[in-house]
Antibody, heavy 119, light 106 residues
C-alpha cells in the first residue's frame, strides 16, 4: 500500500529534543521532494520544512530555523525531522507529505504524529 | 513574509453553491492549491494548479485564481463536504497555507 507513516512523537519538556521519522512505503521515495507540515491543536496547517530529492536543498519556516533540521535516507525510504530547543508553541500534530513532481502540491500525507511540549 | 487570508467560516445549504476565497498579494501570479480536512483526518488535495482536480475528486469542486484572489467553488454542496478547507501557495521555495475556512452545510 502506498503510504507515509510518521513516528517519534511524544511528550517532551521545553528546551528538549525529539526526532520524528516518516517511513515511505510503495513509493519511489528518492524521486520526490518531501515536506513536514504541522497543526497545533484546534489550529490551521503550517508548513515547516522541505527537502529536495537528494537532500541538497532544504527550506524552513522562519520560526524553526536554527532549531529544526530536515533530512532523509533514500536507501531506507525515511524522512526525518530533528527538533531541538523545543518550545510550547511547537506542540502540534506533525505530518509528513509528498510533493507531487513538477506540479508542486502535497499529494500524499501521513496520518501524523503528536508532539507535546510541556513541563 | 507572504500571507494568505481566508474567511474563518462559510455556511451553505445542501444543494447550493459554496465559495471560499483566499487572498494574497498577486496571488494570481502563483499557483494555488486547496486542501480539505475532515475532523481527525489528514488533509486531502481537492484542487491544484488553480483549477485542476486530482482523480477521485468530485466534479462539483472547482477553482479559479486571478488578481489577488483564489476561489474554491463547491457546486451542489453535500453534507459530506462539511470540513475545513485550506488554500496554499508557494513563495520563494517555501509553502504558505491560509488560515483555513470551516465550511458548514446547514
Amino acid at each position: 500500500e502506498v503510504q507515509l507513516v510518521e513516528s517519534g512523537g511524544g511528550l517532551v519538556q521545553p528546551g528538549g529534543s525529539l526526532r520524528l521519522s516518516c517511513a515511505a512505503s510503495e513509493i519511489t521515495f528518492s524521486f520526490y521532494w518531501m515536506t513536514w507540515v504541522r497543526q497545533a491543536p484546534g489550529k490551521g496547517l503550517e508548513w515547516v520544512a522541505n527537502i529536495k530529492q537528494d537532500g541538497g536543498e532544504k527550506y524552513y519556516v522562519d520560526s524553526v530555523k536554527g532549531r529544526f533540521t530536515i533530512s532523509r535516507d533514500n536507501a531506507k525510504n525515511l524522512l526525518y525531522l530533528q527538533m531541538n530547543s523545543l518550545r510550547a508553541e511547537d506542540t502540534a500534530v506533525y505530518y509528513c507529505a509528498r510533493l507531487a513532481s513538477a506540479v508542486w502540491y502535497f499529494d500524499l500525507w501521513g496520518r501524523g504524529t503528536l508532539v507535546t511540549v510541556s513541563s | 513574509s507572504y500571507e494568505l487570508i481566508q474567511p474563518p467560516s462559510v455556511s451553505v445549504s445542501p444543494g447550493q453553491t459554496a465559495s471560499i476565497t483566499c487572498s494574497g498579494d498577486k496571488l494570481g501570479d502563483k499557483y494555488a492549491s486547496w486542501y480539505q480536512q475532515k475532523p481527525g483526518q489528514s488533509p486531502v488535495v481537492v484542487i491544484y494548479q488553480d483549477t485542476k482536480r486530482p482523480s477521485g475528486i468530485p466534479e462539483r469542486f472547482s477553482g479559479s485564481n486571478s488578481g489577488n484572489t483564489a476561489t474554491l467553488t463547491i457546486s451542489g454542496t453535500q453534507a459530506m463536504d462539511e470540513a475545513d478547507f485550506y488554500c496554499q501557495a508557494w513563495a520563494s521555495s517555501t509553502a504558505v497555507f491560509g488560515g483555513g475556512t470551516k465550511l458548514t452545510v446547514l
